[in-house]
């Protein structure tokens, strides 16, 4: 028997109706084993039958909460919606696809004891497609780079979280949300520890373009070193470019040598629009933000919540 505390899980759900029942089943007896416990699902404007399925589900498993979005708002973007409405001591975050066993969440539980505000659960194996890995690895090197954490940019969405960690991360109020960004600046002490993550029936619901999206996110939205790193460039362009206007110019004065290489001298302008137009988009990127958050929209809309059970009963 586990310890009694009050666990809440968060599932973010999109197009994931045949995954919901057999999750349910697995993942009820390791509420049921914390005491007090409730399941909330996050209906990312799914295109199938999910939210009936939940509703359905309440039936069986009263301790089921449904949070519906108005449409689809993404992942993070749907699971910082449940973390709102989390209510748990901890609370977990898992997929729907089941390639995050719930019979392991004890694993994390006795990890975040040892006295971590978060403990990520890191896949022992990737049992994804080629085009997924690759991002990931890309994802896991730019989070190396940018953010500062325990874990070294090693993230997965199979996670324990503290509530006050989680009343600070759900307080974030952006169009483009990047949850293990806004964990690692509320704070440092973040563990891990390796889980199974056997590979699921069913097909995962992430697209190459939402992977680079949460990819451009994390680069975007934590961090100024791109165009640091564009400042940088232009002046070592700059500075090459001043040498080699001195260098043409003593040879023309001092031995009469005219400038030749029509060819490289076109293959350097082109490389160097080339970037100025790939740092100018980058720049574009920044203002295009700064423009959406303006404009106050919010990073999720609830078009309504469904709980079975009150307070006393969870």
């Not at 952006?174 to 390796?194: E, K, R």
């Not at 029936?201 to 680069?219: A, C, P, W």
Request: hydrophobic share 45%; net charge neutral.
């Amino acid at each position: 028997m586990a310890e009694n505390i009050f666990i809440s899980f968060v599932i973010p759900v999109y197009n994931g109706s045949p995954m919901l029942e057999p999750l349910c089943k697995r993942l009820v007896p390791v509420g049921e084993s914390y005491g007090r416990y409730e399941i909330i699902f996050v209906d990312d404007g799914s295109r199938d039958n999910s939210c009936n399925t939940i509703m359905n589900l309440q039936k069986s498993f009263p301790k089921i909460c449904l949070v519906e979005l108005s449409r689809y708002f993404g992942q993070h973007n749907a699971t910082l919606a449940g973390l709102a409405q989390a209510r748990g001591e901890i609370v977990v975050t898992l997929d729907q696809d089941l390639q995050h066993p719930p019979e392991e969440i004890h694993l994390l539980v006795s990890k975040l004891n040892e006295g971590f505000d978060v403990v990520y659960g890191l896949p022992e194996k990737r049992p994804h497609n080629i085009y997924r890995n690759i991002t990931s690895a890309f994802s896991k090197w730019i989070s190396r780079k940018i953010l500062s954490t325990a874990l070294n940019g090693n993230f997965s969405s199979f996670r324990t979280i503290r509530s006050w960690v989680v009343a600070e991360v759900a307080q974030y109020n952006s169009l483009y949300s990047y949850l293990d960004g806004l964990i690692s600046w509320t704070t440092a002490n973040v563990g891990g520890v390796v889980v199974k993550n056997p590979k699921s029936d069913y097909e995962s619901q992430y697209t190459f373009i939402r992977l680079i999206t949460h990819g451009i996110n994390l680069v975007v939205n934590f961090s100024i070193r791109p165009l640091q790193a564009a400042s940088f460039f232009g002046f070592i362009s700059a500075f090459v470019g001043l040498l080699l206007a001195v260098y043409i110019i003593f040879n023309k004065l001092m031995f009469d040598i005219p400038a030749q290489g029509w060819t490289s001298i076109m293959v350097a302008l082109l490389v160097i629009g080339g970037v100025q137009i790939a740092f100018l988009g980058l720049i574009g990127e920044y203002i295009g933000r700064i423009l959406m958050n303006s404009n106050r929209a919010p990073n999720y809309v609830i078009r309504s919540i469904r709980r079975e059970v009150n307070d006393h009963a969870l």
